[in-house]
């Protein structure tokens, strides 16, 4: 099939078919004319990868887990660190989103926020 089926196929644009190509996540056959074929293991491993995305895995770990998904040898364990990690790291960073929203409410809440130019949001942020 073409990239344009493969998008269709697998939820994904062409755009990041294409980059996910260039990062070596898939690797379609190609036709003399340099046309890319994608077969029907490519869609699946570019759903795996779509899927992948939406739990926010960064795309080395995508990677490394397409790697894993095709060896029949793999560990479980390893497959395991990988995903408890990510858990670790996205805690980390609702952590610290939740800390930005409360620094941001606070500023909001010292604003007046009407027709004056005085404007705590606006001197923190020039600090």
Same mark, same amino acid.
């Given at each position: 099939m073409?990239?344009?089926?493969?998008?269709?196929?697998?939820?994904?644009?062409?755009?990041?078919?294409?980059?996910?190509?260039?990062?070596?996540?898939?690797? #379609?056959?190609?036709? #003399?004319?340099g046309y890319r074929?994608?077969?029907?293991?490519?869609?699946?491993?570019l759903r795996f990868t779509r899927h992948a995305r939406e739990l926010a895995f960064p795309l080395a770990e995508?990677?490394?887990?397409?790697?894993?998904?095709?060896d029949r040898g793999r560990a479980s364990a390893e497959v395991r660190s990988i995903a408890l990690q990510h858990v670790a790291a996205l805690e980390a960073k609702a952590a610290s989103l939740q800390t930005?929203?409360?620094?941001?409410?606070?500023?909001?809440?010292?604003?007046?926020?009407?027709?004056? #130019?005085?404007c705590p949001i606006l001197e923190e942020l020039a600090r």
């Open positions: 073409n990239i344009g089926e493969a998008a269709a196929a697998s939820g994904l644009s062409t755009k990041a078919i294409r980059r996910y190509e260039e990062g070596g996540l898939i690797q #379609p056959r190609r036709l #003399p004319n074929v994608y077969s029907e293991a490519d869609v699946v491993a995508v990677k490394r887990l397409l790697e894993l998904w095709r930005i929203a409360g620094s941001l409410r606070h500023l909001a809440s010292a604003c007046h926020g009407d027709s004056r #130019p005085d």
